[in-house]
C-alpha cells in the first residue's frame, strides 16, 4: 500500500480538504489554554499519556479535575521521573494522548514516525490532542531546537493521512485579563488585516478513525 505521506500531492489533497472545513483561520475558535481542549474528554477513569511531558505538571491539574485519573507521562529526558522514556517501550492503550509543543522539534520524518506510534497507543475512538506553535503569530517558530513548522491545515491534513479524523482545531491564546479584551473585541480586525495573529499556537483534536 502507498504511503501518502511520501506524495506531496497526496498530502495537498488532505490539507485543502481541511481547508475546506475551516476556510477562515480568523474564524477558528480561541481557547485560553490546552487544558481546556482536554477537558471535555476527560472522565474519572481515563487513561491519559503526556509525551514530552517535562515536569509532569500536567497530572496536577488534571488529577484536580477528576483523582481517578490513570495519568502516565513519557519524555526522553531523564532528568525528571517518567513512567516511560521512549514510546517504544509502551505496551498499553489509552484513551487520550497529550502531545504538546512536541512535534516542531522533530524532523518531518521523524514526526511522522511518532505520530504512527501514537496511533497505535490510542484506544478505539481514543484522541491525541496536539499543540504546536502558530505560524501567524510573527515569532512564535523561531526557536533553535524547531525544525518544523506546520500551519494548522499542514497539519490537520498530515494527521488525516495517517488514518486520523480531525475533530477540532482551536487557536490558544491567554493573557492579562485587559490585554486580553482589547486584543479580542478591539484589536482583532487589525490583526486579520495584517495577517499576524496574537495567539501563540494552534492546537488539534484527532480521532483514531
Not at 471535555?40 to 517535562?54: E, I
Not at 505560524?135 to 488525516?160: A, I, T
Amino acid at each position: 500500500m502507498e504511503d501518502i505521506t511520501k506524495s506531496w500531492y497526496g498530502l495537498y489533497g488532505f490539507r485543502k480538504k481541511i481547508r475546506r472545513r475551516f476556510p477562515d483561520f480568523w474564524r477558528i475558535r480561541i481557547l485560553k489554554k490546552p487544558f481546556y481542549v482536554i477537558k471535555p474528554y476527560l472522565r474519572k477513569d481515563t487513561r491519559v499519556l503526556d509525551v514530552g511531558s517535562g515536569n509532569r505538571r500536567l497530572e496536577t491539574e488534571l488529577k484536580g479535575l477528576y483523582p481517578g485519573i490513570q495519568y502516565k507521562s513519557m519524555d526522553i529526558d531523564r532528568s525528571n521521573f517518567h513512567d516511560y522514556y521512549s514510546l517504544n517501550d509502551i505496551k498499553e492503550e489509552f484513551d487520550v494522548i497529550l502531545l504538546f509543543e512536541v512535534i516542531e522539534h522533530l524532523s518531518f520524518d521523524e514526526g511522522i514516525t511518532m505520530l504512527k506510534k501514537i496511533k497505535g497507543l490510542l484506544s478505539s475512538g481514543g484522541r491525541l490532542v496536539l499543540t504546536t506553535p502558530n505560524l501567524y503569530h510573527p515569532n512564535r517558530y523561531w526557536e533553535y531546537s524547531h525544525q518544523v513548522s506546520y500551519r494548522y491545515d499542514e497539519m490537520g491534513g498530515l494527521l488525516e493521512a495517517l488514518g486520523y479524523r480531525i475533530e477540532h482545531i482551536y487557536r490558544i491564546y491567554n493573557d492579562a485579563v485587559l490585554q486580553r479584551f482589547v486584543r479580542l473585541y478591539f484589536m482583532a480586525p487589525l490583526h486579520h488585516y495584517f495577517n499576524i495573529d496574537f495567539a501563540r499556537s494552534i492546537a488539534l483534536v484527532a480521532v483514531k478513525a
